[in-house]
């Protein structure tokens, strides 16, 4: 079954996962009318917008779905920073939710294409499009119906709705409540649910969900404007490397989460994604997937399916990581513990 996305402005068609149809929107459905049809923003959380005029082609106004709210955006995100407390539900003001303001997007020819289709009242929004593997695809949960526009009532958003269609399945090693994909051709992409994700450590997200250090087979790195300008300049961490990975993802592991929009600018500054981020870590997973994190200067790291928080590791292992990644060579050592 063809799928659908919804997305603004016709110059993001080439975002688009291969075998989509493309529903072109001048008018955005209103960001509330969304969360309302969901049920999902808690009034104790703290909802975050981020105003911002690009002063050029901006990375921060692309990729700022989940942290900036695009006006029909499908985050309804309630990312939950738990506190230290040993309450049962740890819920306090130190959590957040990053909500949509419903900003005009009509003028604008860079905004992120919007996928998304709702599974047992979460919704699912799309991260990424790898090849297909053995046995990554797991069992059919059933077929995502589409046509979710800025027209559709709140009665339209039932059990897989969505902006796209197409038979909709488990991935083999991931909890449901977290990822799952559909399937085109040889390719599968991979849908992230970051409605109501209670995260206090990397441990919740990297560990359990994504089990980076168990699964990852290769590590590549890019820096941010060769990612930006999509370049193929990519360079790959070599066996030498294999410890710094290491303890670098322990060190992501005991972080504590905080809000992206948190990390602190100097002045003339305006956002991470323009001013801080330097270098893009992509591990190469024994399935098939690809964790995609964000580097930013300060030691902060993001990962990219989940936009509204990072984690800053240890600044030693993380420098090391810079000097290695800045190196000619690739190659770095460290003196045993």
């Known amino acids: 079954m063809q799928k659908k996305f919804l997305f603004a402005g016709k110059e993001a068609a080439h975002l688009l996962p291969k075998g989509c149809k493309v529903l072109c929107l001048s008018n955005f459905m209103n960001a509330e009318k969304f969360s309302n049809a969901l049920g999902k923003i808690n009034d104790s959380y703290i909802a975050e917008t981020i105003h911002y005029t690009p002063k050029r082609k901006s990375d921060w106004f692309k990729w700022s779905a989940a942290a900036a709210g695009l006006c029909f955006i499908v985050l309804a995100v309630s990312i939950r920073l738990r506190s230290d407390s040993t309450n049962e539900n740890p819920i306090t003001d130190n959590e957040a939710s990053i909500s949509e303001t419903g900003s005009d997007l009509s003028t604008s020819s860079s905004a992120d294409m919007l996928a998304f289709f709702i599974y047992q009242n979460q919704s699912y929004v799309y991260y990424t499009t790898v090849e297909s593997s053995p046995n990554l695809v797991g069992d059919y949960l059933g077929t995502a119906t589409g046509l979710i526009d800025e027209w559709s009532s709140k009665d339209s958003y039932v059990e897989f709705a969505g902006s796209i269609s197409g038979d909709i399945y488990s991935v083999t090693g991931y909890d449901t409540d977290f990822l799952l994909c559909t399937v085109q051709d040889n390719t599968v992409s991979l849908y992230i649910n970051d409605n109501g994700i209670a995260l206090k450590t990397g441990k919740d997200l990297f560990d359990e969900k994504l089990h980076l250090a168990d699964r990852y087979d290769t590590v590549e790195y890019q820096t941010r404007n060769d990612w930006y300008y999509e370049t193929e300049n990519k360079k790959t961490f070599d066996s030498s490397s294999n410890k710094l990975l290491s303890l670098f993802i322990s060190s992501l592991y005991d972080a504590p989460f905080m809000k992206i929009s948190d990390i602190p600018l100097s002045e003339g500054q305006t956002n991470p994604y323009d ?44 420098e090391k990581l810079i000097d290695t990644m800045t190196s000619f060579d690739g190659e770095v050592i460290l003196e045993d513990n």
Do not use: A, N, T
């Open 275 to 318: 001013d801080k981020e330097i270098y893009h870590l992509f591990f190469h997973m024994k399935d098939g997937i690809v964790v995609h994190l964000r580097l930013f200067e300060g030691g902060y790291v993001q990962f990219d399916g989940i936009r509204g928080v990072c984690v800053q590791p240890s600044e030693e292992y993380f």
